[in-house]
Antibody, heavy 120, light 107 residues
Framework: EMQLLESGGNLAQPGGSLRLSCAAS????????MTWVRQAPGKGLEWVSS????????YYVDSVKGRFTISRDSSKNTLYLQMNSLRAEDTARYYC?????????????WGQGTLVTVSS | EIVMTQSPATLSVSPGERATLSCRAS??????LAWYQHKPGRAPRLLIY???TRATAIPARFSGSGSGTEFTLTISSLQSEDFAVYYC?????????FGQGTKLEIK
């Protein structure tokens, strides 16, 4: 059975850092692109970042470019999102999602999410 | 950036009736469109990809259509479990933006 389990969400101060993790199981992790999507309180879904199955290609929404870094470790079947220079507007539930191929396209399986709160 | 606009924002429908949700792209995305269902406290679920292909285990009452800039998600006979928020998302070019969502509520 496929499973995506996010962790690492927490309360952080503005300007601080957090690293989110997404542990994957039930599929061949290295064969699939992965994506982070977030949902701020009371708002809709927002695509944040995607990484190809190889890990060589990564893409970001403009609002996080230069602050967030997506990465993956196929030996650990884990996806990461390093979040630096956090802002109040980064407060959201962050979902990791598996894509339906080695290139990011649609997100065919999602985790339950992890909550990030940025506040002083 | 491609802007995705969903309508209506809220749709009130009785169980057993048909629901039609719309999604418009600000420029052509061919059929590079997905629909997701999201319930509070749950993980989003992929319903449709490629504008019209049902994802694994999605009931046949869900159907998608459209190409270019105009897309539709139809739920033919609403069941109680279908009341949720629905999002469209394109994957034509970066960033892969979502629509703002349509909340489907019980009438």
């Amino acid at each position: 059975e496929m499973q995506l389990l996010e962790s690492g969400g927490n309360l952080a101060q503005p300007g601080g850092s957090l690293r989110l993790s997404c542990a994957a199981s039930g599929f061949t992790f290295s064969n699939y692109a992965m994506t982070w999507v977030r949902q701020a309180p009371g708002k809709g879904l927002e695509w944040v970042s995607s990484i190809s199955g190889s890990g060589y290609s990564a893409y970001y929404v403009d609002s996080v470019k230069g602050r967030f870094t997506i990465s993956r470790d196929s030996s650990k079947n884990t996806l990461y999102l390093q979040m630096n220079s956090l802002r109040a507007e980064d407060t959201a539930r962050y979902y990791c999602a598996k894509n339906d191929g080695d290139w990011p396209l649609s997100n065919d399986y999602w985790g339950q999410g992890t909550l990030v709160t940025v506040s002083s | 950036e491609i802007v995705m606009t969903q309508s209506p924002a809220t749709l009130s429908v009785s169980p057993g009736e048909r629901a039609t949700l719309s999604c418009r792209a600000s420029q052509s995305i061919a059929t590079k469109l997905a629909w997701y269902q999201h319930k509070p406290g749950r993980a989003p679920r992929l319903l449709i990809y490629g504008a019209s292909t049902r994802a694994t285990a999605i009931p046949a009452r869900f159907s998608g259509s459209g190409s270019g800039t105009e897309f539709t998600l139809t739920i033919s006979s609403l069941q109680s479990e279908d009341f949720a928020v629905y999002y469209c998302q394109h994957y034509n070019s970066w960033p892969y933006t979502f629509g703002q969502g349509t909340k489907l509520e019980i009438k």
